[in-house]
Structure formats: C-alpha cells, structure tokens
T-cell receptor
Framework: DQQVKQNSPSLSVQEGRISILNCDYT??????FLWYKKYPAEGPTFLIS?????DKNEDGRFTVFLNKSAKHLSLHIVPSQPGDSAVYFC???????????FGKGTKLTVNP | KAGVTQTPRYLIKTRGQQVTLSCSPI?????VSWYQQTPGQGLQFLFE???????NKGNFPGRFSGRQFSNSRSEMNVSTLELGDSALYLC?????????????FGEGSRLTVL
C-alpha cells in the first residue's frame, strides 16, 4: 500500500517557466510534508517542508501548497532553471518521527 | 561543517554473506536514520535511532539490524544477503529530537549482491 504517490515519473519544462510537481497521500495522520531533491550519485537534499496546519509555504523560488481535503500537495518552482534538473521526492511523516514515507520521485528536466 | 559520512561507498558481496555499513552523522546530530533505495520500491525506511535507542523500525526482515553508539555514529548490518538486497543504503541525521523530517542525507553505500 503506497501511502505517498507521485504519479508523474518525469516532467520536462523550459527554462524560465513554472515547474509543478504533484504528490498525493492517503494517510490523514501525516503532520509534516517535505520535498527532497536528488542529483545522481548524491544523497537527497532537503528542499522545503510544510506543516499540516498550513496550506502554503514559500522559500525563494520554491512554494509548496497543501490541500488537506484532497490529500494533495504540490511543489511550484518559479522560474525554473537548468540547475533544478533532478529527481524530486515528496515525503511525509507523523508524530514527531524521523520515519519518512517517500513517493517514488519525479524526474524534472529543465531545458535551456 | 562536515556532512554525513557513509562508508564504504561501494561494495560487492555474494549471496549468503553479511555486510556492515557505517554512518557518521553531522557533528551535534543525535538522530540517525537509515533508508534503502531500489529502482522498484523507491526510498524505504529501515531504522531510526536517537541516543543509542531504536525509536522506529521499518517493515524489513530480521536480517536487517542496526545500532547507534554513544558518539551518535551508527552501523547497520544485513546478514544472509539475498540478491534483492542490492540497493543504495542511505543514512541521514538530524538535530531534532521531535522530527519534522528535515534530514541530512549522506551519499549512500551502494551494495551489489551477486
């Protein structure tokens, strides 16, 4: 049973445009949601997070939106840059644990 | 500030052998967790340790075990290796006792089982 799902394995956008990565979850007990970025041959890098009591969190070019009623979150990158090309993982956790449940990732390619 | 260090970075074992992977967290981080990454299953949680105590364990067989030392360094062990254990094993550390999931990952140990 996959509690966190990223239904798009890949996404390609033009430099300067918006990238929107989507994630769905099934467990309503999750209280933190996170996005990680991973380059080849490196470990995942934390990007941005959002608490379940909020519906939006912004950090520079990155914004995460949370829709609890739909059990859906999205990551917006504006403007997209070629250096953003990586695999993006959505993750969730509950109850103060460091146990993260990850989606299977979306490979973002930003074309110059 | 040094990041999370994992050793060895690459290793090849044969079925039936055992393996021990090591992780040194960022200085000052007391929480260490381990994840397995495979193409089919993605990133899956193995264990979480805080102050030498296992706080959480993922859905893996008993062949997978771990521990944390008083200096926060951690090891994981896989006994009686199977082909399906071939994966990237990632260690992560955090400074938070109550997690919000902001983990710092190492580069991983890539295990190949032949």
């Amino acid at each position: 049973d996959q509690q966190v799902k990223q239904n798009s394995p890949s996404l390609s956008v033009q430099e300067g445009r918006i990238s929107i990565l989507n994630c769905d979850y099934t467990n309503s007990m999750f209280d933190y949601f996170l996005w990680y970025k991973k380059y080849p041959a490196e470990g995942p890098t934390f990007l941005i997070s959002i608490s379940s009591i909020k519906d939006k969190n912004e950090d520079g070019r990155f914004t995460v939106f949370l829709n609890k009623s739909a059990k859906h979150l999205s990551l917006h990158i504006v403007p997209s840059q070629p250096g953003d090309s990586a695999v993006y993982f959505c993750a969730a956790t509950q109850g103060g644990s460091e146990k993260l449940v990850f989606g299977k990732g979306t490979k973002l390619t930003v074309n110059p | 500030k040094a990041g999370v260090t994992q050793t060895p970075r690459y290793l090849i074992k044969t079925r039936g052998q055992q393996v021990t992977l090591s992780c040194s967290p960022i200085s000052g981080h007391r929480s260490v967790s381990w994840y397995q990454q495979t193409p089919g299953q993605g990133l899956q949680f193995l264990f979480e340790y805080f102050s030498e105590t296992q706080r959480n364990k993922g859905n893996f067989p008993g062949r997978f075990s771990g521990r944390q030392f008083s200096n926060s360094r951690s090891e994981m062990n896989v006994s009686t290796l199977e082909l399906g254990d071939s994966a990237l094993y990632l260690c992560a550390s955090s400074t938070l006792e109550g997690g919000t999931g902001e983990l710092f990952f190492g580069e991983g140990s890539r295990l190949t089982v032949l």
